[in-house]
């Protein structure tokens, strides 16, 4: 690990001012930038921890976000729904009592995420920034199209944890189980600059597919930080999230479903939401689950016939294609779990 500066930001424009290098743009830039001074902002310090130890990441300064006011607050917004301050840890979501109340699915997900240790420091907001976790990606010595090399090592390699979907150019999987739900639930991120500007941002619409950009995950900005989360009112809406890994603690999914239903008072559902992670570079949206369920009252086998159609156009690799029955009876149960859960 090399040698940097700290730094602590107490407002948002003081993090923003500090904040000239997105963590992806740190990785990427060249040993004169680095020592010219690029700085990084440290939410949790999990996943930047990970990377100074593993050397891919050398900042010349890291600006904590941990002093600055309202970013580790959850507030009801005046019509509805949650405001979640992105320094948040996942140990107090999955605990909070509104977030219980009117988000189980999501306080599901986060609780059982990593481990409790991991849980009382890791935030929400740097949760849904992490790099991958691909091997290849991780070590120093490949040098993979995400780093600026030129082919991914996972295609042909090693990739029993790799994407289904989307791996062409990159077969990352997004590594953040609260994403998986917080698509499924329609959630916003509020993304603030060194300007006091504030855009909003559609949480699927935040992330970044390869074929996108090869190098980052987000469309996150130099001088700009993830300062809320922002969740709709869910009145009337059914949702469930279930995930398998090799283990039942601290492990990253192999897979995990999102399912949100809007039901009409016939119980026919008029909308479908349907998220996989661990499935693709960014959450995916089954969008042929989706239209399978529409206007149908649910049932065993409509359910049955959606998660067919989740999975109709995946790609598997070599050494991932047991993820396909996989996801095909999450889906199939998260759905039958969303039609049981309460409005």
């Not at 869910?234 to 999914?253: C, I, N, V, Y």
Request: aromatic share 4%; hydrophobic share 45%.
């Amino acid at each position: 690990m090399n040698r940097f500066a700290w730094a602590t930001a107490r407002t948002v424009s003081e993090a923003t001012a500090a904040a000239a290098s997105t963590v992806a743009d740190a990785m990427s830039a060249s040993p004169d930038a680095v020592r010219d001074g690029a700085s990084v902002v440290k939410a949790g310090g999990i996943d930047l921890l990970d990377l100074l130890k593993e050397d891919l990441l050398a900042p010349a300064t890291v600006v904590s976000l941990k002093e600055i006011p309202g970013l580790g607050a959850i507030v009801e917004e005046p019509g509805g729904g949650l405001r979640i301050g992105s320094m948040v840890t996942l140990a107090h979501l999955a605990l909070h009592p509104m977030v219980r109340h009117q988000y189980p699915a999501l306080s599901d997900a986060v609780g059982s995420s990593a481990s409790p240790q991991v849980r009382n420091v890791a935030t929400l907001g740097g949760n849904l920034l992490q790099r991958p976790r691909c091997w290849y990606f991780r070590s120093v010595e490949h040098r993979c199209l995400r780093k600026g090399g030129d082919h991914c090592f996972a295609i042909l390699g090693e990739n029993q944890y790799h994407a289904i979907f989307g791996n062409t150019y990159c077969a990352i999987v997004h590594p953040s189980t609260a994403a998986t739900v917080l698509v499924a639930l329609g959630a916003a991120v509020t993304l603030t600059n060194d300007a006091g500007a504030v855009r909003r941002v559609l949480l699927e619409d935040f992330f970044v597919s390869p074929d996108q950009d090869i190098e980052r995950e987000n469309d996150l900005k130099p001088h700009e930080i993830l300062t809320a989360i922002l969740l709709p009112p869910r009145a009337g809406m059914h949702t469930a999230h279930l995930k398998q890994g090799e283990r039942d603690s601290f492990d990253w999914p192999l897979a995990d479903v999102a399912v949100t239903l809007d039901l009409d008072p016939e119980g026919r559902c008029k909308r479908a939401v349907v998220v996989l992670g661990a499935a693709a570079p960014v959450p995916h949206r089954a969008k042929g689950a989706e239209a399978a369920l529409a206007g149908k009252r649910i049932d065993g086998n409509i359910a049955e016939q959606a998660a067919a159609a989740a999975l109709k156009d995946a790609t598997p690799l070599a050494k991932n294609a047991y993820k396909l029955p996989l996801f095909a009876a999450l889906v199939r149960r998260a759905i039958l779990k969303a039609m049981a859960a309460q409005s």
